[in-house]
């Protein structure tokens, strides 16, 4: 059974930093892009960041850039999102996705084949 599993949410105060974590199991998603999505409440899912299977490319939606970072470490099938500088916009609860074979990396949801069940980032101000 594949399954993503998130880790590294929790309550931060603005300006703080946290790392969070995805786990793949069931299956090595080392050729697979990988992604990070976000729900606020009340909103849509977004596009937070992505990175190849390589780790050589990777993009961030304009909110990321600069505070966020993503990475992956192909040899312990897992993804990391660092995150500094957050502020209360940054609440939400944070998807990591393992994208469709083929996709080099991606901003849209539905070029991803697997997600997590997600965690919760709340940053109060």
């Known amino acids: 059974q594949v399954q993503l599993v998130e880790s590294g949410g929790g309550l931060v105060q603005a300006g703080g930093s946290l790392r969070l974590s995805c786990t793949a199991s069931g299956r090595t998603f080392s050729s697979n892009a990988m992604g990070w999505f976000r729900q606020a409440p009340g909103k849509e899912r977004e596009f937070v960041s992505t990175i190849s299977w390589s780790g050589s490319s990777t993009d961030y939606a304009d909110s990321a850039k600069g505070r966020f970072t993503i990475s992956r470490d192909n040899a312990k099938n897992m993804v990391y999102l660092q995150m500094n500088s957050l502020n209360s916009e940054d609440t939400a609860v944070y998807f990591c996705?393992?994208?469709?074979?083929?996709?080099?990396?991606?901003?849209?949801?539905?070029?991803?084949?697997?997600w997590g069940q997600g965690t919760h980032v709340t940053v109060s101000s």
């Open positions: 996705a393992a994208g469709r074979s083929g996709v080099l990396r991606s901003r849209f949801s539905t070029d991803y084949h697997y």
